[in-house]
C-alpha cells in the first residue's frame, strides 16, 4: 500500500490528522514527521515518526524514498499573529519550505501533494460577506501572503510539472486537543480553555468581531474527501474556499456561558484585531460543495458541546 507522510504532524492540525490517517489506512503506511524535540506519546506509539525540517530538501528527498511516498501532507507554517512577530522566519518556512517540499515531492516520485492555505489569503480589499472562489487577494500579514503565494506556487506546480497538489483555505480551527498556537483565530479555543479553567476570559478581539470558523473534527475530514476525490473532480489548482460557520466573539462567549454556570468574558482588542478585521465575515464555499461533495457537520451549539464535554475530561478529569 503507498504510503504517506505527514511534515508537521504535531501541530494543531497535524497532531489530528496524522492519527485520522493512521486510522483509516494503517498506522505504517502514515510517517509522522516534525522538527521539534519529541512526539506526544499517541503519534510516538502509532506509527513511524521522522524528525524534519522543511529547511532541509535533501533530507526529506531522503525520507520520501525510503519510506516510499505516494502522498505528502505538508502542514509546516507560522501562524499568523507569531508571522507578524517575525515574518522573516514566516517567509522561510511557509514558502521557502513548501518550495523544498514540493522540489523533494516532484524528485522522488510523490503523486499526491495537500498543503493548507487559509482564510489569511484574503485582505481589507476583499469581500467581507460570503467571500467568492475567486476574487482579490491583497492580505496584509506575512501569513496571508506565503499563502497567496503558496498557492500560485501549489497552481503552477501542477501545470508546469502535473504534481496533483490540492488545497484549502481553512478558516479558524477550533480544538480541544491542542492549545492555542498563535493564530488570530486562537481566542475561539482559548475562551473554552479558560472557560473551564478559571470561567473567566479576557478576549483579545471585540465582541462584534465576526470570523469563519470550523470545529476540528469537520477539518479533517474535508481534507481526507479532499484528498480522495478522484483527480478529474479538482477544478480549483490553486485552493478551494472551506466553510463551516460564522459568528461573532459575544455570540461565542454567549454560548460557552450558557454551557460553564458563572463564566464571564471582557474584551481587552489588541494588534490581532486589526487583522481579524481584514478578514472576511463568511465564505462562499459552494465550488467545493459541487466539485467534491464537501458538506460541514459542525454549527456553533453542536461545536461548543462538543469542546466543553471533552475539555471538562481532559483539565478536570470529569
Known amino acids: 500500500m503507498a504510503k504517506a507522510l505527514v511534515i508537521g504532524a504535531v501541530g494543531q492540525v497535524g497532531s489530528e490528522l496524522t492519527l485520522a490517517l493512521r486510522k483509516k489506512y494503517g498506522g505504517n503506511n502514515v510517517v509522522a514527521a516534525t522538527r ?4 506526544p506519546p499517541e503519534i510516538a506509539a ?10 532541509d530538501k535533501a533530507k526529506m528527498k531522503l525520507s520520501m524514498q ?8 505538508q502542514l509546516a507554517a507560522l501562524l499568523s499573529a507569531t508571522g507578524e512577530k517575525n515574518p522573516d522566519l514566516a517567509f522561510e518556512i511557509n514558502l521557502l519550505g513548501l518550495k523544498n517540499t514540493l522540489d523533494a515531492a516532484r524528485e522522488s516520485g510523490v503523486k499526491r501533494v495537500f498543503w493548507p492555505s487559509s482564510i489569511a489569503a484574503f485582505g481589507p480589499t476583499t469581500p467581507r460577506e460570503n467571500t467568492p472562489q475567486r476574487t482579490v487577494l491583497e492580505p496584509s500579514t506575512m501569513y496571508g501572503v506565503t499563502k497567496v503565494s503558496g498557492e500560485l506556487l501549489c497552481q503552477y506546480y501542477f501545470l508546469r510539472y502535473g504534481l496533483d497538489i490540492r488545497s484549502v483555505r ?3 480551527l477550533v480544538s480541544w486537543k491542542a492549545e492555542p498556537g498563535g493564530g488570530t483565530t486562537d481566542y475561539s479555543v482559548a475562551i473554552f480553555y479558560e472557560a473551564i479553567r478559571n470561567k473567566t476570559y479576557k478576549c483579545f478581539v471585540g465582541p462584534d468581531t465576526v470570523l469563519p470558523m470550523m470545529y476540528m473534527p469537520d477539518a479533517i475530514r474535508g481534507t481526507i474527501e479532499l484528498m480522495e476525490a478522484p483527480a478529474e473532480k479538482i477544478s480549483v489548482r490553486t485552493s478551494y474556499n472551506l466553510a463551516a460557520m460564522s459568528f461573532s466573539a459575544r455570540e461565542l462567549a454567549e454560548e460557552v456561558a450558557r454551557l460553564v454556570p458563572d463564566f464571564s468574558c471582557t474584551y481587552e482588542p489588541d494588534s490581532r484585531q486589526k487583522i481579524a478585521d481584514s478578514w472576511p465575515k463568511s465564505i462562499d464555499d459552494s465550488q467545493a460543495r459541487r466539485d467534491w461533495g464537501w458538506a460541514s457537520k459542525y454549527d456553533l451549539r453542536k461545536m461548543s458541546e462538543d469542546m466543553v464535554s471533552n475539555l471538562r475530561l481532559k483539565l478536570l478529569g470529569k
Not at 521539534?36 to 512526539?39: A, H, L, Q, R, T
Not at 502509532?46 to 529547511?55: M, R
Not at 525510503?66 to 501532507?73: F, M
Open 66 to 73: 525510503r519510506h516510499g511516498i505516494d502522498t505528502i501532507y
Open 36 to 39: 521539534k524535540s519529541e512526539f
Open 46 to 55: 502509532s506509527g513511524p515518526c521522522e524528525y524534519l525540517d522543511v529547511a
Open 170 to 172: 481553512y478558516p479558524g
